[in-house]
């Protein structure tokens, strides 16, 4: 493997830079990311003596770059028009998994959880805890790259689109995953289906021309909650994220002055427990 080296290494990103991919650039750190996965496979060439060394390269520069969320105004329009995209289908499954996943963006964008937290997330993991000012707080207990952790959600509509969830499957138990076919089995990816919705909603991408994706829907609960006057100690623990995370995508997102509580949500009289308990009470 004797051309493998250095100069086709280099001459290999510069290729990649000269062509497009859908009519845009290819992006440093998508080279950035590519440039790591080329090294080791290199180091694995060399421990199978395919190479006797590793060529070095120099890696492209790698940008913090803040996934697009969605502006109030675009969120406004997504809410908007997300029913009539929900009932243009007359087919029953496509009906049912175009609500879950539109409650699935509700919840996600309330709550911040990443997707593959919500992806494990089962009934028995929510619950309904009033704090001592008789203000109800929907609590999520999950688990992901962070490790463990409990999320409140912004507010309590989010048993409504929990409620909305449970009617979806016959008669859930707690070990039920929330977000899952009508059989129980776990879905892989929403990808597609957030895609048709926002494409049918017109907020496919940002003011810049940046494609949204399902994570857009964390970056959205992030900025909301800090325009609303949420602090970043208490926003970066409920995320799972470090103080230094929020600070560096959303230093320039206006605050206010004064600290807010996290849960700023009316009182909705409802009893703490179980979410399969408490929804069953409404």
Request: hydrophobic fraction near 35%.
């Amino acid at each position: 493997m004797g051309w493998l080296n250095s100069k086709t290494i280099a001459g290999y990103f510069d290729w990649r830079r000269e062509h497009t991919r859908h009519g845009r650039p290819t992006s440093e750190n998508t080279l950035y990311s590519e440039s790591g996965e080329i090294l080791r496979f290199l180091r694995w060439c060399k421990d199978m003596k395919y190479l006797r060394e590793v060529p070095t390269f120099q890696k492209p520069k790698h940008k913090d770059i803040r996934c697009p969320h969605f502006s109030r105004g675009d969120w406004s329009r997504l809410v908007g028009a997300s029913s009539a995209w929900i009932n243009s289908t007359a087919h029953p499954s496509v009906l049912r998994d175009r609500t879950l996943l539109w409650n699935y963006v509700l919840i996600l964008a309330n709550t911040g959880i990443r997707i593959g937290e919500a992806r494990a997330i089962r009934f028995r993991d929510i619950r309904v805890e009033p704090n001592n000012q008789g203000i109800d707080a929907v609590v999520f207990s999950v688990s992901g790259k962070t490790g463990s952790r409990e999320v409140v959600a912004r507010n309590t509509d989010v048993l409504e689109y929990l409620q909305r969830v449970k009617g979806l499957y016959d008669d859930p138990t707690p070990d039920d995953l929330v977000f899952a076919h009508k059989d129980g089995r776990p879905i892989r990816s929403m990808k597609k289906s957030f895609a048709s919705l926002i494409d049918a909603c017109g907020v496919g991408f940002d003011n810049k021309g940046n494609r949204r994706t399902i994570y857009s829907l964390r970056h959205t609960y992030c900025v909301f909650r800090l325009e609303e006057g949420t602090d970043i100690y208490t926003l970066a623990r409920n995320m799972g994220c470090g103080n230094s995370v929020i600070e560096r995508f959303y230093g320039q997102t206006r605050t206010p002055d004064q600290v807010a509580e996290l849960t700023k949500m009316r009182n909705r009289n409802t009893r703490g427990g179980n979410i399969l308990e408490v929804l069953d009470r409404h």
